[in-house]
């Protein structure tokens, strides 16, 4: 069954340092890799995906994430923060033959401070 | 209106109650979907409805009854709820026949049972 660690549960950072979001996923199949954020009294927003292609993902707000298919991980990274990317984020993963499906991990709390 | 709206976004209700949340997109979508997010907890996909038919039912409680008239919305209708049921219910769309596989999110609603 597929599955999803975020192994923080928060990561404080101060604004301009880089950081990663770490995110491992568990499955028998091939999938689809999602990163969403979640701003305060707010519902989830698409960050990034990776469908194929290319493993390193980016996004037009600077974050990337790299699919690593040996380690079963998709890691965000963001190389200097900003005080408006205190946020939830959440990794999901689908199945190719059941894409309409995300399951969840349960979120990482960055907290950046100035 | 644009994106997935979501009402009420606070609700309170008491045990005995019965209330409905209520979702519609605005985004030309065939899927519809219910989560639960609770604290500390990964999302809990809860329905899905795929061309208005219900596609999915994650063993969730008779207590919650989803309801989807079109594919544009889509009821959860509640009664007689638990205080542990206490939690944000997040709306989500998508286009099951695209390549996108990215789910839209509403803002959610924040049910308190008493």
């Known amino acids: 069954a597929q599955s999803v660690t975020q192994l923080d549960s928060q990561v404080p950072v101060f604004e301009e340092a880089p950081v990663e979001l770490r995110c491992n996923y568990s499955?028998?199949?091939?999938?689809?890799l999602f990163w969403y954020v979640q701003y305060p009294n707010q519902g989830l927003q698409l960050l990034l995906k990776?469908?194929?292609?290319?493993?390193l993902v980016e996004s037009i707000n600077g974050f990337e994430a790299e699919f690593n298919k040996s380690q079963t991980s998709f890691h965000l990274r963001k190389p200097s923060v900003h005080i408006s990317d205190t946020a939830e984020y959440f990794c999901?993963?689908?199945?190719?033959?059941?894409?309409?499906?995300?399951?969840f991990g349960s979120g990482t709390r960055l907290l950046v401070r100035p | 209106e644009t994106g997935v709206t979501q009402t009420p976004r606070h609700l309170v209700m008491g045990m005995t109650n019965k209330k409905s949340l209520k979702c519609e997109q605005h985004?030309?979508?065939?899927?519809m979907y219910w989560y639960k997010q609770s604290a500390k907890k990964p999302l809990e996909l809860m329905f899905v409805?795929?061309?208005?038919?219900?596609?999915e039912n994650n063993s969730v409680p008779s207590r919650f009854s989803p309801e989807c008239p079109n594919s544009s919305h889509l009821f959860l209708h509640l009664h007689t709820l638990q205080p542990e049921d206490s939690a944000l219910y997040l709306c989500?769309?998508?286009?099951?026949?695209?390549?996108?596989?990215?789910?839209?999110f509403g803002p959610g609603t924040r049910l308190t049972v008493t």
């Open positions: 989500a769309s998508s286009q099951v026949s695209s390549a996108l596989y990215e789910q839209y």
């Open positions: 499955s028998s199949v091939s999938v689809y």
């Open positions: 990776y469908l194929s292609g290319s493993t």
């Open positions: 999901a993963v689908s199945e190719m033959d059941s894409s309409y499906k995300l399951i």
């Open positions: 985004l030309g979508h065939n899927a």
């Open positions: 409805y795929n061309f208005k038919e219900q596609t």
